[in-house]
């Protein structure tokens, strides 16, 4: 189970969070009604809020997403440094012209490759100027850990959404292309419900 504490705590944290979203949301349709116990939506808004203290609260979970990482590469688990290695020469090297993508999210496909570029340079640069240090770089940690969050939500949003087009048809699933669509260009602008938090 340790092996997927990175994981769980980014499920943990995108859950609590799309969760008092939704709720949050659903208070501001109902309105003023939605601010009292005769509504269905009160009780969910009050419930939902515990799951972002309990069982790690958010903060220290994020903090912790980055530093489980970075250990799991450093006892030789999870290639991280060869990944980032490759974007930083790609970075300083003459900039490749992709061919455009006429497959189904061939764009996000796209996306979600350049978000784990992101990641890579951002954490990769954060661990080599501040080495054990960035423990104490709580601010860092919690972005970084936001762009984890996206990248991890943003591609199991596309293989579930491609998988589902291989299984039934791309006709058939048009609601949810459009709901991955949705998701990875609000990642790419920063805005998921991840951050959109209340
Ligand atoms: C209904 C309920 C049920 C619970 N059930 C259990 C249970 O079954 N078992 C159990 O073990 N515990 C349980 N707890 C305890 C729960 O896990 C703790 O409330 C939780 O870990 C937060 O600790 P704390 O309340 O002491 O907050 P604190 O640690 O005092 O934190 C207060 C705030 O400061 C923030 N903070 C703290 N340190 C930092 C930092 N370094 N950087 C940035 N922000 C920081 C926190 O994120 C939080 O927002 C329960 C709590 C509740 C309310």
Not at 62 to 87: T, W, Y
Not at 124 to 136: D, M, N, T
Request: hydrophobic share 40%; net charge negative; charged share 25%.
């Amino acid at each position: 189970m340790e092996q997927y504490a990175a994981e769980a705590a980014i499920l943990k944290v995108a859950g609590s969070e799309c969760l008092d979203y939704v709720c949050d949301e659903g208070v501001q349709i109902y309105g003023g009604m939605g601010y009292s116990a005769e509504s269905p939506v009160e009780r969910a808004y009050r419930d939902s809020r515990i799951n972002r203290i309990f069982e790690g609260t958010n903060e220290i979970n994020r903090m912790l997403i980055v530093d489980m990482l970075l250990k799991r590469a450093m006892k030789g688990q999870l290639d991280l440094m060869g990944p980032a290695m490759k974007v930083a020469s790609e970075l300083m090297g003459i900039p490749d012209m992709p061919e455009p993508d006429d497959s189904l999210l061939g764009d996000e496909k796209r996306m979600v490759a350049n978000f784990k570029k992101a990641v890579l340079m951002v954490a990769g640069g954060a661990a080599q100027k501040l080495g054990l240090e960035l423990a104490k770089h709580q601010e860092t940690l919690m972005h970084t850990a936001d762009m984890v969050i996206d990248t991890y939500l943003a591609e199991s949003t596309l293989l579930r959404t491609l998988k589902l087009a291989e299984l039934n048809g791309a006709d058939s699933v048009k609601e949810q292309v459009a709901m991955c669509q949705l998701f990875i260009h609000d990642a790419a602008d920063g805005s998921t419900s991840t951050r959109r938090r209340p």
